[in-house]
């Protein structure tokens, strides 16, 4: 692919980033001429993140620095408001299995209402990634479970710190 599409913004909570965020960011990053991670930072939004924002940035940004045309900001304002500051025409997000696609289809009528100029696309998630959420892994850092293959080494470090207890009942 010779020409790309402008800017792009990739949203999220990426709390924490997983390997699946990073694969779908990457993807992005190919396509577009820049992509712009935005990462949420409204309290009042969803439950308490284990991660402040800064912390989320900065884990985004380390995974990241290898991509020249991406950048990392926390964002706490509409989406569609972060997407024109930025300059983006696209709102790109991934799409792991159906179970994504009901609340995914509401956001994107609710961003298309709002910004009909700014298009919501969707990526599928490579095969290896279709079962990985940050909920998922939180449950299992807190259990003490080895997350390899699922966030960067780095960050299951922190994630075992803020949420781990020693792996008790396992069967030998
Ligand atoms: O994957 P997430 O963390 O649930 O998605 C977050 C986000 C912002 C992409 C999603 O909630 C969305 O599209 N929201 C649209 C409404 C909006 O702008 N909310 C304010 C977020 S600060």
Request: hydrophobic residues 20%.
């Given at each position: 692919m010779d020409e790309k599409g402008g800017t792009a913004v990739c949203p999220?909570?990426?709390?924490?980033?997983t390997l699946g965020h990073l694969d779908i960011i990457a993807r992005a990053a190919h396509v577009f001429d820049r992509v712009v991670v935005g990462v949420v930072d409204h309290p009042v939004r969803k439950k308490k993140t284990v991660f402040t924002a800064e912390e989320r940035v900065v884990f985004l940004e380390s995974e990241l620095e290898?991509?020249?045309n991406v950048q990392v900001k926390a964002f706490d304002t509409l989406l569609v408001d972060f997407a024109r500051q930025n300059g983006a025409k696209a709102i790109v997000k991934g799409l792991r299995a159906i179970s994504d696609f009901e609340y995914e289809f509401e956001m994107n009528q609710l961003n298309r209402k709002m910004a009909p100029d700014i298009e919501s696309l969707y990526l599928f998630s490579a095969p290896e990634f279709t079962f990985l959420s940050s909920s998922g892994v939180k449950e299992l850092a807190t259990f003490g479970a080895d997350l390899t293959g699922m966030v960067p080494p780095s960050v299951a470090v922190r994630l075992q710190e803020a949420l781990g207890r020693p792996r008790t009942g396992k069967i030998t």
């Open positions: 999220g909570s990426y709390d924490p980033v290898d991509l020249g």
